[in-house]
């Protein structure tokens, strides 16, 4: 098996043309994305030995995900076949004042429906090094988040650096249990947390007075709030906030901060004009910062490449961040003139 494992849902993503309304045109463009399976192809574009964990049923459409991680790289091998549907989720990308907007067709998905004891952990995880799970999958359904706790155990008892995004999705938690119920007993079993500015409040009940809505940013509140996430959660590691000033759909300030035992970090800031798809934004931050954990010593360089890696992936149309470990570092270095490479 791989040694860096997502264990989540890919779906099938439905995205209107360009800028337009849903079904402005009649046409929807077909992609697979995820943010699992977001993190797990970054981490093989940056030629480490990436593995997905899923369940998809034995049909066209879940074989067509199958091969489209194939083609990034990624060791599906974790990946069991069985029920009935791949996830949907359909995409209207906003402009200026207008946002983005998310609709979800995920219920009774193959993933939705899988419960404990469906996945040989042990085997899965043999020679793991690092094992990757957001928020999302324990907000599909109760046997999911059952699987997903499930899988944060295993992975602790056999030695496997556990990472959290929490990724708190208000439209997915549905099935009678709030986000703090469940995910607090999640992220005991944490090593590195990472999130955006209120999924510590969402996810963990973990309050600083943070307005997530005001487009600016008070890092000093930022070195509280992760402060008191690793004072609830001693036997987290680490803790990474990303920093998103959300100006306009188009325009976003972007940095991020992280905590551990030797103190606080914060990110060079970059101004993101132009934006071509935010969406895995975030999953392109988790996986950059899995990387960077593991291609630096120092905390700071490794957010930075974190950070300089989400910055490219808003460039790119598609949940993927398909870039290399050359051109986040590049950018690290200070090169993001955008001059055309002859």
Request: one cysteine or more; hydrophobic letters at 40%.
């Amino acid at each position: 098996m791989s040694r860096f494992m997502s264990f989540g849902e890919i779906m099938l993503r439905l995205k209107s043309p360009a800028h337009e309304r849903f079904f402005q045109s009649p046409q929807l463009e077909a992609t697979f994305g995820g943010g699992e399976a977001n993190v797990a192809v970054s981490l093989a574009n940056y030629g480490l030995d990436a593995g997905f964990i899923s369940a998809l049923p034995a049909n066209d459409i879940g074989t067509a995900a199958i091969r489209e991680l194939h083609k990034h790289g990624v060791n599906t091998a974790g990946v069991i076949r069985q029920g009935d549907r791949v996830g949907i989720y359909f995409l209207e990308t906003g402009s200026n004042q207008r946002p983005s907007k998310v609709v979800y067709d995920r219920a009774h998905s193959s993933i939705c429906e899988a419960k404990t004891g469906d996945f040989d952990w042990p085997a899965i995880l043999k020679g793991a090094k690092w094992f990757h799970i957001t928020g999302i999958t324990p907000a599909l359904s109760q046997s999911a988040a059952d699987l997903s706790l499930e899988a944060c155990r295993a992975a602790k008892q056999l030695g496997v650096t556990v990472s959290c995004d929490f990724n708190y999705r208000g439209k997915l938690w549905k099935y009678g249990k709030s986000a703090p119920e469940v995910m607090r007993e999640l992220v005991k079993y944490v090593d590195v947390g990472i999130a955006n500015e209120e999924d510590c409040q969402k996810c963990l009940d973990i309050h600083v007075d943070v307005n997530v809505d005001s487009g600016e940013l008070d890092t000093k509140k930022y070195e509280a709030l992760t402060a008191k996430v690793l004072e609830e959660f001693p036997d987290m590691s680490a803790i990474a906030v990303t920093l998103r000033e959300s100006r306009s759909a188009d325009r976003n300030g972007w940095s991020a901060c992280l905590r551990d035992a030797a103190g606080f970090y914060l990110s060079k800031h970059y101004e993101l004009t132009d934006i071509v798809d935010r969406v895995g934004g975030g999953d392109s931050f988790a996986s950059g910062l899995i990387a960077g954990f593991n291609l630096y010593e120092d905390r700071q360089q490794s957010l930075e490449f974190a950070v300089a890696a989400s910055c490219l992936k808003h460039t790119i149309q598609g949940d993927f961040n398909r870039v290399s470990l050359s051109e986040v570092q590049h950018l690290m270095g200070g090169d993001g003139s955008g001059r055309v490479q002859r």
